[in-house]
């Protein structure tokens, strides 16, 4: 089993910033790509970014890329992600997600956050 603790949440104006972050225990961290979903009221679970057990590689969804970075400390089992240039189209409750390997679809993950809530005003 792998435990996973979103934070870093909250109000942010449009053009903000905003981290956040998930803490890992249980499992070996280093063993699971690592990836971060959102969830607009109503809607699917969509991608956001993900990267591979070592951080080398990273994937991002077009919406977000050039704003959004990915990258994980596996010292302190912690993966983040620096959202930028924020818009109030980014609001959503946003989940961190463990999977073997990299992947895109939600189906590839194992394990999942509780989520936070990100709320970007215009």
């Known amino acids: 089993q792998v435990q996973l603790v979103e934070s870093g949440g909250g109000l942010v104006q449009a053009g903000g910033s905003l981290r956040l972050s998930c803490a890992a225990s249980g499992r070996t961290f280093s063993n699971y790509a690592m990836g971060w979903f959102r969830q607009f009221p109503g809607k699917e679970r969509d991608f956001v970014a993900a990267?591979?057990?070592?951080?080398?590689?990273?994937n991002y969804a077009d919406s977000v890329k050039g704003r959004f970075t990915i990258s994980r400390d596996n010292a302190v089992n912690t993966v983040y992600l620096q959202m930028n240039s924020l818009k109030p189209e980014d609001t959503a409750v946003y989940y961190c997600?463990?999977?073997?390997?990299?992947?895109?679809?939600?189906?590839?993950?194992?394990?999942w956050g509780q989520g936070t809530q990100v709320t970007v005003s215009s």
């Open positions: 990267i591979s057990r070592g951080g080398a590689f990273t």
């Open positions: 997600a463990a999977a073997p390997s990299l992947h895109t679809e939600t189906l590839g993950y194992d394990y």
